[in-house]
């Protein structure tokens, strides 16, 4: 996939992944122990997700998409199978900081400032002959997430949604090669959804970063992803994959167009048949 040049510098571009797959999943099963049994989440899941790609995976709630990115970002070990990141074990991707976790909910130091939140930890992480962050780039990212006059503020001050763009602004600046993104905008307002979503295509832009990204919605997969894998209900197999053929970049209004509304309802299609409903004459 080619990057599109940015034509708005929010963050300057980090580190390329080389081209290929970055991240890599073959075989993958998991399940957890459940009163002295195993219950499955997730079994022979193959993908690939190469690089600067944005891939999306959707399916019914169960169906394990938040134990498949726990395994890609390595808090999970996977019981049959592999995940690589750049080659590498996610544990090992962690260790290099390949890439920065997106967790649904806010994950702030509750002692520090807005400001402080996002310098802080990409300081700390520097790696991989990547520099800190410019202060210019702290200010662009609080402007971009209408957070500027909350930059000297606590956490503790903010609304739950206020604290995830903050968390979300964070993981821009830590400029990581992947981003792994857990249902980063299930708890926001409809309206401040819809501006993280094309911040999120703008950085994505801007970056270049491979982005794999987790969701129920139907519409936020279509907006946002190149691929959209839909995983069946528990335990989660890959059952569809589609390719969203819609120009980039992706600008307001898109989702009012036709092309919209025809990649929605296939992907509506796919994941009614994927958890197991179907819609016959007799079912009305
Ligand atoms: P999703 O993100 O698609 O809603 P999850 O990956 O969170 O699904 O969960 C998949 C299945 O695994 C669910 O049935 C869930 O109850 C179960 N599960 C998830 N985490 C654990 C855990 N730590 N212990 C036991 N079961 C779990």
Aim: proline residues 7%.
């Amino acid at each position: 996939m080619t990057v599109q040049p940015a034509n708005r510098g929010i963050i300057e571009p980090m580190q390329r992944s080389p081209e290929g797959a970055v991240v890599e999943a073959t075989g993958l099963g998991m399940s957890y122990p459940v009163n002295g049994r195993r219950l499955q989440a997730l079994a022979e899941v193959d993908f690939e997700v190469g690089a600067g790609e944005f891939v999306t995976i959707i399916g019914p709630s169960g169906c394990g998409k938040s134990t498949l990115l726990r395994l890609a970002g390595g808090l999970l070990k996977p019981d049959r199978g592999s995940i690589t990141v750049d080659g590498d074990s996610p544990k090992a991707g962690r260790r290099s900081k390949k890439f920065g976790l997106v967790p649904q909910s806010p994950a702030l130091l509750p002692w520090l400032t807005v400001r402080e939140n996002l310098t802080l930890l990409p300081k700390v992480n520097r790696s991989q002959g990547r520099g800190p962050v410019g202060d210019g780039e702290i200010q662009a990212l609080l402007e971009a997430i209408g957070l500027a006059p909350f930059a000297d503020t606590l956490p503790s001050a903010l609304s739950g949604g206020m604290q995830q763009r903050v968390s979300l602004a964070r993981a821009f600046a830590l400029r990581p090669p992947v981003l792994l993104m857990d249902e980063p905008f299930a708890a926001l307002d409809e309206i401040t959804r819809s501006q993280m979503r094309f911040l999120l295509l703008d950085v994505w832009r801007d970056t270049g970063a491979t982005v794999v990204f987790v969701t129920h919605s139907i519409e936020e997969a279509v907006l946002l992803s190149d691929r959209v894998l839909v995983l069946t209900a528990r335990p989660g197999r890959l059952s569809a994959e589609l390719t969203i053929k819609l120009d980039r970049p992706r600008l307001r209004g898109i989702e009012d167009g036709d092309e919209f509304h025809r990649h929605t309802s296939e992907l509506r299609a796919a994941l009614n048949s994927a958890a197991g409903v179907s819609f016959s004459p007799e079912d009305r």
